[in-house]
């Protein structure tokens, strides 16, 4: 679609230890922000309507916060969620003038050979919110935590 944004890659590691890696709270914090962004906090329901919610350490920045909602949530294959919603499907406000903007990310995965593939695709409302994403730096900052993740998950 043309509103999205799309991030390909082999993983070292099962789908099944992707999974974890994506679900498990401890484990998503070591991986999911680019180095030397740390996410301090997640809370990772993995069920429609649970809550994904992480706070992440920018150097110089301070503390920023994303809440959002699962949307799908089908182990080691697919996990979804949107900061549109939040927790059960309630209504997000989002702040455009905080620079603030919605999206969807849909995070498939598959065996291929001793390894996964990973797709993400990220989905905005207009081109203005995916252009805005992708000059924040989505294809570098995705993809260099996505990298994180197969490292970790491949030692698992």
């Known amino acids: 679609m043309a509103h999205d944004l799309n991030l390909t890659r082999l993983l070292p590691a ?3 230890h992707v999974w974890r890696c994506l679900t498990e709270p401890e484990l998503l914090k070591k991986w999911f922000a680019p180095h030397p962004v740390e996410t301090i906090e997640a809370i990772i329901e993995p069920h429609p ?3 994904f919610y992480t706070v992440m350490r920018v ?3 301070g503390d ?3 809440d959002g909602c699962i949307l799908i949530a089908d182990p080691a294959k697919r996990l979804s969620w949107t900061n549109c919603l939040i927790q059960d499907f309630a209504p997000a406000t989002i702040d ?3 620079g603030g903007f919605g999206f969807s ?3 498939q995965m598959s065996a291929e050979g001793d390894g ?3 797709v993400v695709t990220v989905r905005h409302a207009n081109d ?3 252009a805005k994403h992708e000059a924040m730096g989505f294809h570098d900052g995705w993809g260099t935590a996505v990298d994180q993740l197969g490292a970790l998950a491949a030692t698992l």
């Open 14 to 16: 099962s789908p099944a």
């Open 64 to 66: 920023t916060a994303g």
């Open 49 to 51: 309507g649970g809550r």
């Open 105 to 107: 990310a849909d995070l």
């Open 128 to 130: 203005a919110d995916r």
């Open 96 to 98: 455009p003038e905080a």
């Open 59 to 61: 150097p110089d920045h």
């Open 116 to 118: 996964c593939r990973y």
